[in-house]
């Protein structure tokens, strides 16, 4: 199961909850607290990835090669004894919670260290209970929260038992250990506890950039021993990492470094943990839970019917030694930046038919010539009328439209005065209306449209059709344009699938806001979520202030 179907899994669940309010939906009918449970469930789905290990073993500076950000502070000194949990959010943002409070404070990341670390905040004298940092990461939209615990053995014993106490409420854990002192005490403690509450684990030892291969392969050797006269049978594997070198090869760009820094073989373990284990037990407990609701009386047999074919296919999926299609750590090798600017082809013509409208107002509030010229074409056409009444003084759009109204008259007297058919006249009625061709603004939104298209067509040119969904989310029918003006065939296709992957992306945002309104859970909304609805229909259809009509034999499509 990928991500992708997961999402939709989980949105068709939602789908069949939201049909079962309705069978509630009824007076002296209660609805079951249960439903309301469940829906929360789904709308939060957090996965809980705890990093622990002893103090200096790099836990920050891994989860910040991971996240291919240096965002998260690291140092030399242990890190107060506060949970800092890293969660995905539409723009860089921390959240500080106080203990015995319902107080936070937002801060920039770039001061978190004051307030997280022993030299800003030592033995945490500013009663600081969690701190939330949310990073447009695509690793962490797709499910995962990393939980960065506080370094164990150092000489703050609260660091211990805050992290000791933090793990029942993780999913996984990542044991981090490094290579200089492999597997202390404290970490052989904590591996034998989440053996036995039956977490999943990952034993990572960093820093192998400071060892030569030789001594990479002993200390991986001694790890492996331990975890064997611990009496684990589960054969965990080590990963041998240099998260220094991971996070250098990704700001970099540098595929050879970061394939040597053995990053990518934990990514691709944690993410295949999610995908084949975890989400899909997370779906059949979902479904599990809803079952005894299904089989209510008077509930609909096609609800119950749907039930069972969505356990089947969660069921189907659970076989975790099937075969995959593809990595999934490589499945959205250039993710969508999130809240991308809405289609810059609309905000060219917008612009330009704003300035043509505010010209127009000052030439017609007194030039004959141009009143006479408006009025021989019929004036502007349905949406620049309505622009131009919006935008222009009610002096200057009586004095406009005056000309184009007697003009109007005129036609119509010769009309009645003529021995036309009834199809005739109403043929001729209908070709007094203004069109594309005689509006002046539309005039100039077809120059500037056109103009930004031969420009966005050079870009593609020069960097590749990628490019264009860095800028900005282009609306389908400014999309058909494009596509249409490119000679590139590949850059076509590459262009058309971009386009499939943001209407994709804003589909799970609308779908994730719904949910999370069902759930009653408003605080758990991103500003992707919440401008969802906006958005996409903004991408569906061209800007209201960028529609114009076609010059006369011209079809106008989308």
């Known amino acids: 199961m990928d991500l992708a179907a997961y999402d939709a899994l989980k949105f068709e669940i939602a789908t069949l909850l939201r049909g079962l309010r309705r069978h509630y939906a009824h007076p002296g009918v209660a609805e079951p607290e249960v439903l309301r449970d469940l829906f929360a469930r789904l709308a939060e789905d957090r996965f809980n990835l705890a990093v622990v290990g002893r103090f200096s073993r790099g836990k920050t500076s891994l989860m910040n090669a991971i996240l291919g950000t240096d965002m998260l502070p690291v140092g030399v000194l242990p890190i107060t004894s506060v949970i800092t949990m890293v969660s995905y959010g539409s723009e860089p943002k921390a959240v500080l919670h106080y203990q015995g409070s319902s107080l936070f404070m937002d801060i920039p990341i770039a001061e978190l260290a004051e307030h997280i ?56 854990l990542i044991l981090v250990s490094s290579h200089d002192s492999p597997l202390s005490a404290e970490e052989a403690a904590i591996l034998t506890a989440a053996r036995a509450a039956g977490r999943a684990l990952f034993v990572v030892l960093n820093k192998q950039d400071l060892v030569d291969p030789p001594l990479r392969a002993a200390a991986v050797a001694h790890v492996e021993a331990a975890l064997r006269d611990a009496g684990d049978t589960a054969n965990l594997v080590v990963f041998s990492v240099s998260a220094r070198d991971g996070l250098l090869a990704k700001q970099t760009n540098n595929p050879t470094l970061l394939a040597k820094s053995g990053l990518p073989e934990l990514e691709h373990a944690l993410v295949t943990f999610l995908l084949h284990e975890r989400r899909t037990r997370f779906l059949a407990g979902m479904c599990a839970r809803m079952a005894p609701l299904f089989a209510a009386p008077g509930v609909s047999q096609a609800l119950a019917s749907r039930l069972a074919e969505i356990r089947a296919r969660i069921a189907a999926a659970e076989d975790v030694n099937a075969p995959t299609t593809a990595d999934p750590t490589t499945a959205d090798p250039a993710p969508l930046a999130p809240l991308l600017p809405g289609c810059e082809v609309c905000h060219a013509i917008a612009d330009a038919g704003f300035d043509a409208i505010a010209a127009l107002q000052a030439q017609l509030s007194a030039d004959r010539a141009a009143q006479a010229d408006l009025a021989r074409h019929g004036g502007f056409c349905r949406v620049h009328a309505e622009q131009f009444r919006k935008i222009a003084a009610t002096r200057e759009a009586a004095t406009a439209f005056a000309p184009v109204l007697l003009a109007q008259a005129e036609a119509l007297h010769r009309l009645a005065a003529s021995n036309l058919s009834q199809v005739c006249l109403a043929d001729s009625v209908t070709d007094l209306l203004p069109n594309g061709a005689g509006c002046p603004v539309c005039t100039v939104a077809r120059k500037a449209e056109a103009a930004k298209i031969s420009a966005l067509v050079a870009l593609i040119a020069a960097r590749g059709p990628e490019i264009i969904h860095t800028r900005s989310a282009l609306c389908l029918p400014h999309l058909g344009r494009l596509v249409g003006a490119l000679a590139d065939d590949a850059a076509r296709r590459a262009l058309l699938l971009r386009e499939a992957a943001l209407l994709e992306r804003l589909a799970e945002d609308a779908q994730r806001f719904a949910l999370q309104q069902d759930a009653v859970r408003r605080d758990i909304s991103s500003k992707e979520d919440l401008a969802a609805a906006e958005r996409s229909a903004r991408v569906l259809l061209d800007h209201p202030a960028a529609q114009h009509e076609p010059a006369v034999g011209m079809t106008r499509k989308g």
């Not at 800003?120 to 600081?128: F, H, L, S, T």
């Not at 990393?146 to 038992?161: K, Q």
């Open 117 to 172: 670390t022993e030299r800003g905040n030592p033995g945490n004298r500013r009663g600081i209970r969690a701190a939330e940092i949310q990073i447009p990461a695509e690793f962490l939209r797709r499910g995962f929260t990393f939980v960065d615990t506080p370094g164990l053995g150092s000489a703050i014993h609260a660091n211990t038992r805050t992290t000791e106490g933090f793990l029942p409420e993780a999913d996984a």
